[in-house]
Nanobody, 121 residues
Framework: QVQLVESGGGLVQPGGSLTLSCAPS????????MAWYRQAPGKQRELVAR???????TYADSVKGRFTISRDNAENTVYLQMNSLTPEDSAVYYC???????????????WGKGTLVTVAS
């Protein structure tokens, strides 16, 4: 079973930066939109940023100007560059992507297990 695998989370001081990455664990066919969501304790999961397969991007207002989403289509990888981090950015960050596996050839949304980002001094 192909899964999305995130990496890059950790502890960072306020004002610092982190880069998250995410890629499928196996062979996939034609990834469409890729996105990052986050969920803080006691809050609903929210969209952070989305990127289409042509490179169009969408950001949550709270991260505009600080976060940058990008993707490497050759490597099927999506990145989230996070700058000027604040404690309010602390959350579990989840990767989301719409793709079909080689085995099924059926497009559906997939989620990673999440990576924890903690912003604290």
């Amino acid at each position: 079973q192909v899964q999305l695998v995130e990496s890059g989370g950790g502890l960072v001081q306020p004002g610092g930066s982190l880069t998250l990455s995410c890629a499928p664990s196996g062979d996939v066919f034609m990834i469409n939109d890729m996105a990052w969501y986050r969920q803080a304790p006691g809050k609903q999961r929210e969209l952070v940023a989305r990127i289409t397969n042509s490179g169009s991007t969408t950001y949550a207002d709270s991260v505009k100007g600080r976060f940058t989403i990008s993707r490497d289509n050759a490597e099927n990888t999506v990145y989230l560059q996070m700058n000027s981090l604040t404690p309010e950015d602390s959350a579990v960050y989840y990767c989301n992507a719409d793709f079909a596996t080689i085995a099924t050839m059926v497009h559906m949304a997939h989620w990673g297990k999440g990576t924890l980002v903690t912003v604290a001094s």
